[in-house]
């Protein structure tokens, strides 16, 4: 079983910027063949997915972010990461990882095994 934990939410004003972290934990030895993303929720609003990346590298983003955030991982320390910049209004929300074991970057939340718990992301205009 894989456990995924963020870190690294907050508030922060306009234009400002946020490392996320997602370190998994648990059956943990064979991270590097897990596809992570992550994915937000913002209230009243469905959950959609942000970026992801495959146990090769590979990268996928919603169109509208990948001008400001870059997902990138780190398989020693079992850690997915999330860098945002130039953050909006808009982009306050709750931040998950989530991880599958496969190489398909889809931002269906159904095809995602695992979830964290959340971390929430304010930003403030």
């Known amino acids: 079983q894989l456990q995924l934990v963020e870190s690294g939410g907050g508030s922060v004003q306009a234009a400002g910027s946020l490392r996320l972290s997602c370190a998994a934990t648990g059956y943990t030895s064979s991270f590097s063949a897990y596809s992570i993303a992550w994915f937000r929720q913002a209230p009243g609003k469905e959950r959609e997915g942000v970026a992801a990346?495959?146990?090769?590298?590979?990268?996928r983003y919603e169109d509208s972010l990948k001008d400001r955030f870059i997902i990138t991982r780190d398989n020693t320390k079992k850690t997915l990461y999330l860098q945002m910049n130039s953050l909006k209004p808009d982009d306050t929300a709750m931040y998950y990882c989530?991880?599958?074991?496969?190489?398909?970057?889809?931002?269906?939340?159904?095809?995602?095994?695992?979830w964290g718990q959340g971390t929430q992301v304010t930003v403030s205009s």
């Open positions: 990346i495959s146990r090769d590298g590979a990268t």
């Open positions: 989530a991880a599958h074991w496969g190489v398909r970057l889809t931002f269906s939340a159904s095809l995602w095994d695992y």
